[in-house]
Each structure stands twice: as structure tokens, then as C-alpha cells.
């Protein structure tokens, strides 16, 4: 089970409304299982299917997390036309197994779920509010 700060699941939906029908993509820090913040990052494939990160961008990130004296937790980006569940992609591309994967779906309504992926399997994380 996850911890989510409720100003982080607030904002990951919102960015994923902000820049729809592309793809939104950030990290979360924290501690532990709790996620406490959140960034925003540029999708620069600018795809409404497909998201990659700046490197640029992500080393700013890393540097910043660590001046918080927080650790990256996990990856969010958004599906806006399809469900919740990871792709064979996103599958493909989720290596890191310390990871948590949150995909935030604007297909009906509005879902987020969180997944770890170890060996090319996904598990479902329950997470809740704070
Ligand atoms: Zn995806």
C-alpha cells in the first residue's frame, strides 16, 4: 500500500487535464511509501500515446529531490483515451522493479491506478489519501 499527499493525486490529475489530449508524465518523491510531492514534467514526444522525458529535465529533478532529502517513488503519466492498465510498453519501459508506475485515465471519468512491474508482470497497489 501507497500513501498519497491528497495535493499529489490533485495535481497529477490536473496536470493530466491541463495538457490533455497529450500525454502528462512526472515524478513522485517521498519517503518511504508515502508520496509527499510531485513533479510536473515536459512530454517531449508531445504525444496524446506516448510520453518521454527531457534528460535535462529529469537530472534537475533528481538533483532537487535529493536537496529535499526525498527519493523518487515513482513515474505517473496520463492515458487520455484509454483505461488505467499498463501497456505492453509501458510494461517494456517500467525496468525498475523499485518503482511505482501511477497511471491517471481520463477515458471515462476519471480512474488512477498504481502498479509495480517485475518481470514483465503488473501488480495492482492499493493506495490512500492523506
Ligand atoms: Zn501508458
Redesign the pocket.
Known amino acids: 500500500m501507497v500513501i498519497f499527499k491528497k495535493e499529489v493525486l490533485e495535481d497529477i490529475i490536473n496536470h493530466a487535464k491541463e495538457v490533455f489530449p497529450i500525454?502528462a508524465c512526472g515524478y513522485i518523491a517521498g519517503i518511504d511509501n508515502k508520496f509527499l510531492v510531485n513533479f510536473r514534467m515536459k512530454n517531449i514526444d508531445n504525444k496524446p500515446?506516448?510520453?518521454s522525458f527531457d534528460v535535462n529535465e529529469q537530472f534537475q529533478v533528481l538533483k532537487k529531490t535529493r536537496s529535499m532529502g526525498l527519493k523518487i517513488l515513482g513515474v505517473y503519466?496520463s492515458?487520455p483515451y484509454?483505461e488505467a492498465v499498463?501497456?505492453s510498453?509501458?510494461i517494456r519501459l517500467a525496468y525498475d522493479e523499485s518503482v511505482y508506475y501511477i497511471?491517471v485515465s481520463l477515458l471515462d471519468g476519471i480512474d488512477v491506478k498504481v502498479y509495480k512491474v517485475k518481470d514483465g508482470k503488473t501488480s495492482l497497489v492499493e493506495f490512500i489519501l492523506e
Do not use: N, P
Open positions: 500525454e500515446d506516448h510520453f503519466h492515458h484509454s499498463m501497456s510498453e509501458d497511471l
